[in-house]
């Protein structure tokens, strides 16, 4: 796996250093040949998606976040590690090459009608169809795929693909917050101006109405965010998750 992972740095040793395409690492990491790809690891990979970045031999397999990195950069992606992960697991998926095999056997969700940048996707939204090969990161039901935001233009009878959708927004850029405190008992809450978009979960940044300081906070729902011990745990309960998924 070091191997395939070092072969694959200097291959793209040539590449030239630039500010690359901001991506996320996906909530789940699968893959089904035993070619871990950058595909794989992150949404929106584009053109860099089948740079591969190691092998799986077993049922899983396990990077150095901090290689993994690298091998993106140089590939023209930007992954932050906003969580600070020291590993990558990555878990045995459906075999697309059995998939493939099945010369339109393979039942996949699709989209019952266009869907719009930002719009809902809805349980009329999706439908059952059969085709050649289903998408790497095809979800197995519909409720992966319910209650989320489309991330582009999603069009009529394609495929679904989790990377197709993100949570839905619930703080817009200019919105007024309510953000609370609380620890110990006590309990203070302020109003401030969101300075980005995010959804429930999500760290943003909130200007103080009064002060006008700018505070890092995460927000919980429509025009609510928390600051504080309760943000903390809120983010270590999502990283647990997030290795949990994996």
């Known amino acids: 796996m070091k191997a395939l992972l070092a072969a694959a740095c200097l291959l793209l040793a040539a590449a030239p250093a630039q500010a690359g395409q901001a991506v996320s690492l996906k909530a789940e990491t699968t893959d089904g040949d035993g070619r871990v790809t950058l595909g794989d690891l992150f ?3 584009g053109s860099a998606s089948d740079v591969v970045v190691g092998g799986r031999t077993g049922p899983s397999a396990v990077f ?4 993994v990195q690298v091998v993106a950069r140089r590939a023209g992606l930007d992954w932050n590690n906003p969580q600070g992960l020291r590993r990558i697991i990555v878990r045995q998926g459906p075999d697309a090459s059995a998939a493939r095999a099945g010369r339109g056997n393979v039942e996949v969700l ?3 009608r266009s869907l719009a940048t930002g719009e809902l996707v809805q349980p009329q939204d999706l439908i059952w169809i059969k085709v050649a090969a289903a998408p790497s990161d095809a979800p197995g039901d519909p409720d ?8 582009r233009a999603l069009r009529e009878g ?4 989790l990377r197709d959708v993100s949570s839905p ?3 817009k850029a200019g919105d ?8 110990g008992g006590v309990s203070l809450s302020l109003t401030g101006k969101a300075m980005a978009a995010a959804a429930a979960g999500d760290s943003i940044a909130v200007q103080n109405t009064a002060s006008k300081k700018i505070l890092d906070a995460m927000a919980t729902g429509p025009g609510a965010a928390v600051i504080g011990p309760q943000a903390l745990r809120l983010k270590a309960s999502r990283t647990a998750l997030h290795y949990a998924a994996r």
């Open 110 to 112: 699709a989209y019952a």
């Open 64 to 67: 150095d976040a901090g290689d």
């Open 144 to 151: 992966a795929m319910i209650g989320m935001s489309a991330r």
């Open 176 to 183: 007024v917050v309510t953000v609370t405190f609380e620890d």
């Open 158 to 161: 394609a495929p679904a693909a």
């Open 169 to 171: 927004v619930v703080i």
């Open 43 to 45: 949404d929106d990979a």
